[in-house]
């Protein structure tokens, strides 16, 4: 390892602290892992305490203290993935390379992992390479791959199709419909002034999209009324399974959605704005790069924008594999370089957040709209919707269904509908707003996608008659388990156990006491639990339970009386597969919340 690599690394960042966890994604990136001396070196260069630096390599999934394989594949492990087929794939790739699953080959050649959602699922089996993202992975591309990997053939001559990832858009409505020429928001909105366009968003009756539905004219206004300097942040985690229509945003509507962050830095009076994007979405990294320095020069964007005299500009900064960091003070706290650990509250991130500023963070899509808002204004969004939840939402569709993919729909549409739309057939269930969200039954297909009835951020997950409900259920308790960041003890602890109990029924050896204990410590994880991460974590066991309690009866024994399984043998097996054998826990609130 060169002195010379790593400082240039932190020139790359102009050498300032709270970017460390970017120069330690690029350090991981040259060599494969992040050395002891690394660590070393950013704590003393950027006068950090090494407990920081050192935490940050702990805590993020895609940072690691030992070397990974020269080849780092990970296969995508969200539940839609799975039903796919992806663990076999991965099972199969690791096999006809020799490795075990989360452990290098002796040889450094290779590693094969599975990992939490890679933001893919209407494209999976998917997962990555060397940090870039393969799609639609099947037998035969694992048998080339294999071969690829032996030969040591460069990940970028590879076939170029594996690479390809496509929008998905299914159905558009006002938000896909609408480009928004470059700085025509920033321009409506110096003319309307900050208070009449307060008014506008407010009353437009545009709610988060990333999940908690609070006002985002509201938000604004309470930032707009607290003193001080200011910042702009926008959640572009996307971690929540099933989630992808952030993804399509930034893709192709990037300049829209810098429109509403610089139409809120100026409103608020913020001179910086961040762009935190989860780490998977990196192939779009450059282009999002070049897409602001076209704003720049084209005057829309930094030093005077639209020849307002104010100044604001947008960093990126990338996620690395932690699905709490999409919890917005987690997120908060990894912009500024530090592991995602969710902070107390109140003060609300609008009175201190980011660097202990007033901070407004709305998510990908609440930006886009919020700048559409301001464009065309409050009554072309909100003439659409229901009663209680205005306008359109993006959502991302997977699972069981003909036609998976992005579908924008009115606020209100039925479960029913939307399984007409995207051509679900014998559909059993519906997980809405991934794993975090609510699982509804067939008899619950007449409920609404609003924020008065089922919210969601986006995530849709269909599951058809020949699914085992028991199994989605405790898949997601692995992935909460797996996610929780270890701070809080009833979610570190609870998590595990509700995993253990999952796996005790799914494998036939629970029995009704089991059900019942399932029972009692869900609900001590959701009501003591210090962020919506444990908060939410037992809902889909509850709610299967509730919904399918046939699924479960089934595998019940009749005494209380547990032949041979071992709890502890199910919490290692999970943490070799992910490759998480570092720390014991290494991925929302209540609608309209403040936060
Ligand atoms: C565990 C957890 C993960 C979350 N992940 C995301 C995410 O990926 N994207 C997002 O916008 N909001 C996410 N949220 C919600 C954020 O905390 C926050 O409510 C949101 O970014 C606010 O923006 P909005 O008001 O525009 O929705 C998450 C919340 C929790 C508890
Ligand atoms: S609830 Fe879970 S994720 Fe949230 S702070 Fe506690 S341990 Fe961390």
Redesign the pocket.
Known sequence: MEIATLTAIAARYNNQPHCVLQMLRQVQATYSYVPEEAIQFYAKHLDLPISQVRGCVEFYSFLHQAPRGKYDVYFSDSVTDRMAGSLQLAESLAAKLGVKLGEPRADGQVTVSLTSCSGHCEQGPAGLVNGRVFTWMSAERVEKMAALIEASTPVTQWPAEWFEVSDSIRKTNITLDTHIPLGESIKAFLARGPVETLNEVETSGLQ???????N?GK?WRGAYETPGVHYITC?A????PG?FKDRILLNSYADELFEGMTVAGLLVGAETGYLYMRGEYEYMHQQLQDCLQRRREAGVLGENVCGSGKKFDIEIHLGAGA??C???SALLESVEGKRGIPRVRPPSAVKKGLFQQSTV????E?FVQAAQVTLKGATWFNSIGDAKSRGTKLLSIAGDCAKPGIYEVPLGTTVQEMLDLCGAENTKAVQCGGP?GTCVGKAEFGRKISYADLAT?GSIMVFNEGRDMVEVARQFSHFFAHESCGFCTPCRVGTTLLQHYADKIAKGHGTERDLTELRSLGALVKNYSH???GETAPNPLLDTLKNFPEEYQIRLVPVDFVPDFDMNQSVSESRALTGRTDQLHQ???SVGAE?
């Open positions: 988060g999209r990333g999940g908690a539905g609070f985002v938000k959640n985690d996307e971690g929540e989630t699905y709490v999409g919890e917005q963070n709305n998510n990908v609440s975090s951020g962020c919506g991460l991925s929302h609130t936060e």
